[in-house]
């Protein structure tokens, strides 16, 4: 439990940020307003909250996911100064996936009501939920397989194959954002929000940069 702490608060604090400095903020006044904060967490209008709160944890799941896949790079790539987090990766991976499996739920119960029709034929996004869909099966084998029993199973070499898909989902998932939110033409997200769609990039260009270390230090080797 020990170990957990640091991780736990991490995620903690991470959704405080986006409550204050993402559904706080106020598109019209372009500043933050705490009074919006207020009347979510009073539930003063109950479709609206649940939208927010949906909000919240698209960004602290796509936050935290991309936070857990740059580990493994980083720390191969400067081992002293990340390798300590490697045993956090886990934690913050399967946070990360128990917010985007609440953010499905809202989006194909609550949003699109379960409907085929509103998800792929009648809707002009239909290609943003199609690509999240894909990622979401992708990170559920990841979230089901993150166990010893799982790598004993498939074996090692199969078990990181398998994983190593997440980045691909990582890349889905953020098409899905500017797909989502692109309007009139326009990427539309109030700008804390914007960090949230660097992150997975950052983690992207990261796991380029480790391939192309690791194989430079393999060639050095021989």
Known sequence: MKNKIGPIL?????VVSILLLYTAYDK??????????????????????????????ALAGIGLVSISMSIGPLALIFPRNFGRYMRSRKFLGLTGFAFILIH?????????????????????KSLGVIL?????????????????????????????TLHRFGYLALALVTLHFIIMETKAGRLDVRPYGKLFLILPIITLILKLISVIYKKIDRERGE
């Open 132 to 160: 999240a869909l894909i990622a979401f099966v992708i990170f559920l084998a990841m979230a089901i397989t993150s166990n010893a029993a799982s790598i004993k199973r498939f074996g090692a070499k199969r078990w990181k």
């Open 104 to 124: 499905s739920f809202y989006a194909i119960f609550l949003k699109y009501e379960f409907s085929i029709t509103e998800m792929f034929i009648e809707n002009d």
């Open 28 to 57: 019209k006044e372009k500043s933050i307003v705490l009074e919006n904060l207020v009347d979510v967490l009073s539930f003063k209008d109950l479709p609206q909250t649940l939208s927010e709160f949906n909000k919240v944890a």
């Open 10 to 14: 991490f995620c903690i604090l991470l």
